[in-house]
């Protein structure tokens, strides 16, 4: 017979998979990033988001606050060094101005973090306070990881183009939110359930943003193409001397090429 905890173990295992999958998705942008060497209108946000979540979570399933929750370490202390990458990467293509705000940013978050586990481990000595002291918190990130899109949605709305919203991403973290949810159930976790419900409600709204946006962002890339190609080649130019000029001036006349 399959217990509880059988069914628990293999949904954390689908679970990490997927989440991996989702630190993973942003790939594709950052190799397009290091390509043409700037991070251009990607905004840091969402990452730093993720990072600052997947640190209270690794503390979350520290087995002196939260036992039995080896999967949920695993997964987001990997999503720490995945995410560290991406934010370094950041860094290292961002203007100046955009670099001292996310070290600012990031050096915040450091100091949250080790301050949150001091006060943890030398004020709490209860586990079952503990948990729910860093699954308050865990909350509050984990929410604000699935939110964080919300400032690109906003793009994505203005300017009728999807093209800075990865499909991806937006993807995975559905299916992140799907998974967690369910894992959140057996037994029920409150501490989980309440943000990966609502961040599931946010990756669908995503997806629907996707699909309404989808056919507009094609158009607009095709025409920005098309302008490209038809503009003005300035490249030939002719010099020559005009008779008719009273000083003798040698003109330049430039002739246009591919009109």
């Known amino acids: 017979m399959v217990t509880a905890d059988t069914i628990r173990t293999v949904v954390g295992i689908i679970g990490n998979i997927i ?19 700037s991070v251009e209108q990607y905004s840091a946000v969402p990452y730093m988001a993720t990072l600052m979540n997947c640190m209270v979570w690794t503390l979350y399933g520290l087995p002196m606050v939260h036992p039995h929750s080896f999967l949920v370490v695993s997964i987001n202390g990997g999503g720490c060094v995945i995410e560290m990458i991406y934010v370094t990467l950041f860094f290292l293509y961002s203007h100046r101005t955009r670099r001292l705000t996310l070290f600012l940013c990031l050096f915040s978050q450091l100091i949250f973090l080790t301050l949150l586990s001091i006060l943890t481990f030398t ?47 937006s993807l995975a973290s559905f299916g992140n939110g799907v998974a967690w949810t369910t894992y959140s159930l057996i037994p029920f976790d409150p501490f989980m359930a309440i943000p990966n419900g609502i961040g599931t409600t946010f990756s669908v709204a995503q997806l629907i ?16 193409n ?8 300035l490249s030939e130019v002719v010099v020559g001397n005009n008779d008719q000029d009273p000083n003798n001036i040698n003109k330049i006349g430039v002739v246009p090429h591919g009109l």
């Open 209 to 224: 943003l996707y699909a309404t946006y989808y056919k507009s962002t094609k158009r607009q890339i095709t025409a920005r």
């Open 123 to 169: 004020s709490i000595h209860d586990v079952n306070k503990r948990s729910a002291v860093v699954g308050t918190i865990c909350v509050i990130f984990n929410v604000a990881m699935y939110a964080s899109p919300l400032s690109v949605m906003k793009l994505v709305m203005k300017t009728k183009s999807v093209e800075y919203m990865p499909f991806s991403l």
């Open 19 to 37: 989440s991996g999958c989702l630190f993973l998705s942003p790939v594709p942008t950052f190799v397009e990033i290091w390509k043409k060497g």
């Open 226 to 233: 098309a302008k490209g190609v038809g503009e003005v080649n």
